[in-house]
């Protein structure tokens, strides 16, 4: 079974053409979405018909609900919050409806998979899971081998053995027969783990792969610039944090 899994696209068109593009490359047709479809980055409607054409069920994050009022942005930090009121004003109707029918969780049996934005544990409370603490708790939320989040934009590998040992990989790692995993695909439009190039998971047959993919930033940050959306915004992208 081979399958790609994206998260996190911020309204980051260039990002998550270059990511598609290296998807298509590899004839791989079935590809999952894990939420923030839009926020900070310039070209949401653009991101969500291409979302919409690409992707088979996609999924609700913070900024999505964001968007479309489902949730207070005055718990947002002020560069996330000025972002996400531009997104909100230049969004199509069809496109805020189009966002209003994203699930918090998607579970795909086909795959023995959980599909959410932050935690298992509390899908809609948005909180981040980074450490093995946290991981060993959301393991008894979810009975699927294997589940995939996002929400933090970095990227990792958590395997529970049966034992109840807890392993952590950063780039790749073998599916073990015994094993349940905690996948965080990182980000296609904004990561934060120190490399500036578009993240997405690539599950190909038991493996998983962190696939690492430049995209054309300068280009993304002009857009952000017109737009007047946060220099602080703008500048992390170069720098991945
Ligand atoms: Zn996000």
Redesign the pocket.
């Known amino acids: 079974m081979r399958y790609a899994v994206l ?2 696209v ?1 309204s980051n068109l260039e990002a998550f053409e270059a990511v598609l593009a290296d998807i298509n490359r590899r004839n791989i047709r079935d590809i999952l979405f894990l ?2 479809a839009v ?2 980055g310039p070209d949401p409607n653009e991101c969500i018909d291409l979302l919409t054409a690409s992707c088979g069920a996609p999924i609700a ?3 999505d609900w964001g968007a479309i009022g489902l949730m207070d942005v005055a718990f947002f930090n002020e560069y996330a919050r000025s972002a996400i009121e531009w997104t909100s004003g230049v969004m199509t109707k069809k496109n805020k409806d189009v966002l209003r029918t994203f699930p918090l969780k998607v579970e795909y049996e086909d795959k023995d998979a959980l599909a959410v ?1 932050a935690t298992p544990k509390e899908p809609g409370a948005w909180h981040y899971l980074f450490s093995l603490l946290d991981a060993d708790t959301n393991f008894e939320y979810f009975d699927n081998k294997l589940c995939f989040l ?4 970095k990227p990792f590998i958590i395997e529970k053995q049966l034992s109840g040992g807890l392993m952590t990989y950063k780039d790749n790692t073998r599916i073990k027969k015994r094993s349940r995993y905690i996948i965080n695909a990182g ?1 296609v439009g ?1 990561p934060r783990d120190g490399d500036p190039r578009a993240c997405y998971v690539l599950v190909n047959g038991g493996e998983v792969n962190m696939i690492r993919i430049p995209y054309d930033i300068e280009s993304v940050q002009n857009k952000m610039r017109k737009a007047h959306l946060p220099s602080a915004l703008i500048e992390r992208l170069s720098r991945g944090m």
């Open positions: 998260s996190d911020h939420g923030d926020g900070y994050g913070n900024h934005h996002g929400h933090s934009h980000s904004q």
